[in-house]
């Protein structure tokens, strides 16, 4: 027998939350609170395991615990992919739906790319896809080519903003490397693909809508898109519709 103390029971908790056993965690930890209600520590950490609990089920279902999408814009995945205290942006699927990347940016941190996987019916806990194995400092906008074979994203340091990709193996993305093409002659961003293979984006030099043909699997031509305003562009699989964003101008606001 141990004293019946509320300090004894949480550092119990601490053990058992360690190696796992959250549930014995939990026990521990109300023991603690039922005998010091001010124990702080104690508090936090039920809600803690709670979270992780919901997190964990929500990482079970086909879109991270939501119902199919509507009409009507909804946050996606909360405190899974949606974290508050970050902004994420440029999100693409793979053509099963099996995978997501996303771009996050923190305060006081550089873009990063953001992956999940469906394994069976869960899906994995997002981690950095780190493209470029610390080649550049920065990713974002990853978008994955209608055939999955290929993942085009943004890479940068400092001013050096160019479009990149990866092929993909047999055990996940081949070797990172910057499109050669006279895409990258300028600072451009933001590159989406339709079915075709033909790259659109935004040229940041020239603040305007770009794409490039895509022939033989190369980029050797580029062309303005012809829209009049508006960037980070999204190209339809069939190049039907170009959905872009826009200032609006009185209240400087997209």
Known sequence: MFPNSANVYDSFGEVLMKTGKHDLAIQNYKKSLELNPQNSNAADMLKLIEEEKKNERILRTRYFGQKTPDTIPELFAPGIVSINGQYEYGVSFSPDLNEIYYSVEKEGDRASVYYSK??????????KANFTKGKKQAEMEAFVAPDGKKVFFTAYDSMNVKIWYADRTPTGWGEAKKLDSPINNDIVFYSTLAANGDIYYTNISKRKQYFA???NGKYPEVFEAGNQFGG????????DILLVDAFKIMINQR
């Open 118 to 127: 469906l394994v069976g019916n869960n899906w994995t806990r997002p981690q």
């Open 213 to 215: 043909p895509c022939k």
């Open 232 to 239: 980070h562009g999204f190209i339809s699989p069939n190049k």
